[in-house]
């Protein structure tokens, strides 16, 4: 997966966390990242960008809050703090770092497209396949028994 | 034939015997007559009861007379007198009508009779009753000619199939309706049994399936092929025969009826039920069919399959100038041509008007589509002849692609529709995918919108102080009101994370109302509590340009005592200004007249002209905190906080520094001549309480007074400017050793840096003569072998050498930062006091460090 191969990242099983509504809304950061390996180049519109960046903020306000929700819900802090602190962690400077690409923009600068796919191509990579499958394997424990 | 005229020698006397034997031929029921063959007139010998009673004629008269007299039956009669002349046997049926007057038939058989030497001496008769027996025979001839009758009349075709299946029997109605020629006259007839020529039943056929199954095959659709081309249809039903006593089967009838006129209307009217009449194009009533399928089907075979929306372009005015006819016409060609662009088994269907729709299927990927798509969109921009005239008309396509889009079949057409409409906006004539992955997100925008509405309803958001400090006079002038989301989840979100995404919804404005209430009633508590200064707070875009933003401000402040919403101050965005100029200029005026302040926030960002800032006439510039946090770093950024110190000054409005870091930007600010300063550097935003407390706590930085000395001259800045970018180079070549990737490449060159092109540029004009500015090279070409030096140091992965490096880049950078601070002192007024000048010294020092 490399930034500037605008293949389609396609969804696959290796994605699924096995929490529905988690892998539900995982989709949604795929086809954003889709979208913007197809339209995104270092000339498009700042208005691109804006829009890019705001669908994350999006992203993170709802797909955090329902992780984060589901992490309160079966103990996660208690049980793994560590785990808990770090997926905290990794949210908020998701969070972060999108709100410091948006005050770029304001200013004219535009985080270069690869830069941009890059960080998403990694959350996708490290958080999504590590850090949420760390999470949806406590869940789908704390389920069976 | 002859006859054994020899009695069984049997031992008995004759008379006895010939007695005997008379009395049996009395009893038979057969008429047995003997005649004289020799005689004339052959006479009657011998005659019994039964045949003086059956052959209605007198014994008395011979046969002669019989066969003159008779009346009826000469046919027979003749075969009989043939027979006498030939001295043959013969056997004949003959009518009778008895004396009782009742009528029959009798059955005569006449044999010679011959002595020794072959003479005929006498002819013996036999006669039975055959009357019974030719009546059951009319009649089975009579069931049967009637049955054959309607076999032959009827339109029905029907067919005899022996076990074997070979063909007994066809009626003529088979010959025109399968093509057999009709064959046989009935099932038991010996002579027509089958031969290996004649047809059989074919395997489709449903009568092979009866001979297998013995069970009847009803009202089944076949379809023919006549050899002529023609297409028929027949309804079909067969029905085994079983033999009624064993059980076995015998053959099969099969019944055919010719319906291919009535498949044909069906055909038809499904063909007006289905189809469009003007293109004969599948309708929409045929097309949601066609979609269904292709959705069961790909979703079994994961295929994708296209929909697409094409509507023309420019197809009215062809209806206007030209007619219906013309505009019809045009209409079919556009079928044909979109016909000839696809495979059979995708489907074009007219949705009527000049709107049609599109199943594609058999591509791989969405370019293959397009490629398709394209063929159209320029087979349709071909002329068309119209009336004589070359007629232009274009067509735009919205296409979505099934399972990207992974919808119902109505909510697919209503995609392509959507797309269809974009392609129509953004110019016609072109093709637009629908774009599923935009409407799912809209759809998760929508949700968020949701929730932060909620937020709002359930009291989440509160407003955060950050102060704004007068640092020249060493005092909290104000603070700025920001918006803090108290999610319950995911903790406080500051409003970059959630305001983009309500900026195009009316929430943004119930925001801000509420921001400026919540501010209200912050400025009156803290006026009980002691705490009197200007609160300003951020009005969106959005809000900005609502109609009816003054009358609802004026509104909201009306509430509140006229002493407190005097020190309320409006925060608009620069780029939000200059939006609608006049509005916003006509809107300022009123809001003052209110007693409303403006502050134009994020400055920087717009493209402000002189003319539109006095159009303005706002009371504060803030500069964006973009421009001051690089301020140090990028000599751009700090020519556009000049420049907008400049022109506050310029136009008389205060100007307010926004995102200070450090101590290096305060002091930076302060030489520049912009006093009013918020960020981290001073302090962070917090909670109504924490501001007050923060408040009461607050003592000036003893580092500012370094700037409450006058002004300096345009050269001392330079030594200034000189000093935070050799500290901010050093800063960040050390923050490079610690995070490699983090930063764009420094200028290593000690030239290109740009305290190198101070330093040799404008400096050297300046300070060139002086013998402490040229002490001040060597320093610092070593300041950049020891960054080359940690560089090379931190590729190899040297750990231990890097701190010891780091120390002395550290210590050589502090020389030369002494050393211009010396210049600068040095060209300062001489009025200063010598021992306050070491107090700030040692000030500065201890912040330093």
Sequence with gaps: MTPNNSEPLLWNDSYCTGVDEIDEQHRILVNTLNEANVKLTDESSLELFEQLTRDLLSYALYHFETEEEIMNECGYMEERQADWEHHLHEHRSFSSTVVSIRDDLKLGKRVPRDTLLAFLNNWLINHILHTDKRLGEFVLGRKRS | ?849
């Design chain 2, 1 to 849: 034939m002859a006859i054994p005229i020899e009695p069984v020698n049997t031992g008995q006397n004759k008379d006895v015997l010939s007695k005997l034997m008379f009395q049996a031929l009395e009893g038979l029921e057969f008429g047995i007559v003997m005649f004289d063959a020799e005689a004339a007139g052959h006479p009657v010998v011998y005659a019994n009861s039964t045949f003086q009673r059956l052959a209605g004629f007198r014994v008395e008269h011979g046969l002669a007379h019989f066969l003159e007299q008779s009346e009826v039956d000469q046919a027979a009669l003749d075969t009989m007198r043939q027979a006498l002349i030939t001295g043959e046997a013969c056997l004949v049926d003959l009518s009778r009508t008895w004396d009782d007057g009742s009528q029959g038939w009798i059955r005569f058989s006449l044999s010679p009779v011959r002595n020794g030497q072959g003479t005929i001496t006498h002819l013996i008769g036999l006669v039975q009753d055959i009357t019974v027996t030719r009546q059951t025979l009319a009649h089975l001839e009579q069931s049967e000619s009637r049955l054959r009758t309607i076999l032959v009349s009827v339109e029905e075709g029907v067919q005899l199939w022996d076990a074997q299946g070979r063909l007994i029997y066809a009626n003529p109605a088979s010959q025109s309706q399968l093509g057999i020629p009709s064959a046989g006259t009935g099932w038991d007839e010996g002579r027509s049994s089958p031969s290996d020529n004649q047809p059989s039943l074919d395997e489709r056929f449903p009568g092979q399936q009866v001979l297998k199954t013995r069970q009847a095959e009803k009202n089944l659709l076949m379809r023919l092929d006549h050899p002529d081309g023609r297409l028929g249809w027949i309804r079909i039903s067969a029905h085994p025969i079983l033999d009624h006593e064993t059980g076995l089967l015998m053959g099969v009838v099969t019944s055919t009826a010719d319906i291919t006129d009535t498949v044909n209307q069906e055909q038809r009217l499904e063909r007006l039920a289905h189809y469009d009449a003007l293109t004969q194009l599948p309708n929409r009533v045929l097309l949601a069919d066609r979609m269904r399928q292709s959705l069961a089907r790909c979703q079994r075979t994961r295929e994708t399959f296209a929909v697409g929306i094409l509507d023309l372009d420019g197809f009215k005015p062809v209806n206007d100038t030209y007619g219906h006819t013309a505009g019809d016409q045009v209409l079919r060609e556009v079928a044909e041509r979109l016909l000839a662009q696809v495979r059979e088994e995708d489907t074009v269907a007219r949705m009527g008007g000049d709107e049609f729709a599109l199943l594609l299927g058999g591509f791989v990927s969405a370019q293959d589509c397009e490629r398709v798509l394209l063929r159209m969109l320029n087979s349709i921009a071909a002329p068309y002849l119209v009336n004589g005239d070359l007629v232009r008309i274009s067509t735009s396509i919205g296409v979505t692609l099934y399972p990207d889009d992974r919808s119902e079949a109505d909510t697919l057409l209503r995609h392509a529709d959507q797309a269809m409409y974009q392609a129509k906006e953004e110019g016609k004539n072109r093709i637009k995918f629908f774009d599923s992955g935009l409407e799912l997100r809209s759809r998760a925008n929508q949700g968020t919108l949701r929730k932060i509405s909620q937020a709002l309803i359930k009291g989440q958001f509160v407003l955060y102080y950050q102060p704004v400090v007068d640092c020249r006079q060493g005092r909290v002038v104000g603070a700025e009101a920001l918006v803090r989301w108290q999610h319950p989840i995911l903790g406080l979100l500051s409003p970059a994370e959630f305001l983009p995404l309500i900026e195009q919804d009316d929430l943004i404005i119930a925001l801000g109302e509420w921001t400026v209430s919540e501010a209200l009633a912050q400025l009156g508590q803290w006026r009980e509590q002691g705490l009197e200064i200007k609160v300003s707070v951020n009005i969106s875009a959005r809000q900005l340009h609502q109609r009816e933003f003054a009358s609802r401000i004026q509104a909201l402040i009306s509430t509140a005592d006229p002493e407190i919403a005097h020190r309320l101050d409006l925060e608009i965005v620069e780029t939000a200004a200059l939006e609608n100029l006049n509005a916003v200029s006509d809107l300022i005026e009123r809001l003052h007249e209110i007693g409303v302040h403006i502050a134009l926030d994020d400055f920087g960002t717009g493209y402000s002209s002189l003319i539109h800032l006095r159009r303005l006439a706002v009371d504060t510039l803030k500069i964006d905190q973009g421009f001051v946090r690089d301020m140090l770093d990028d000599p751009l950024d700090l020519a556009i906080v000049e420049g907008v110190i400049g022109l506050a000054s310029a136009f008389q409005c205060r100007v307010i520094a926004e995102g200070v870091e450090s101590i290096d930007h305060i002091l930076m600010l302060l030489e520049l001549g912009c006093d009013h300063i918020q960020g981290y550097g001073i302090a962070r935003p917090r909670p109504a309480d924490a501001f007050l407390d923060w408040f009461r706590a607050f003592r000036p930085d003893p580092t500012w007074k370094l700037a409450q000395s006058p002004r300096p001259g345009p050269g001392d800045l330079q030594l200034f400017q000189a000093d935070a970018s050799h500290r901010h180079w050093v800063d960040r070549v050390i923050a490079c050793s610690h995070n490699p990737t983090a930063n764009e490449p420094l200028a290593m060159d000690y030239r290109q840096c740009r305290f190198g092109r101070w330093y040799y540029g404008q400096g050297m004009a300046r300070y060139g003569k002086r013998k402490d500015y040229l002490s001040l090279e060597a320093l610092h070409q070593r300041t950049h072998e020891l960054a080359e030096r940690l560089g090379a140091l931190v590729s190899a992965g040297q750990a231990e050498e890097r701190k010891a490096v780091e120390q002395e880049l550290f210590e050589c950078r502090e020389q030369l930062v002494a050393q211009l601070k010396r210049m600068h002192w040095a060209s300062m007024s001489a009025v200063t006091d010598l021992s306050a000048r070491r107090a700030v010294t040692t000030d500065f020092q201890q912040v330093r460090t």
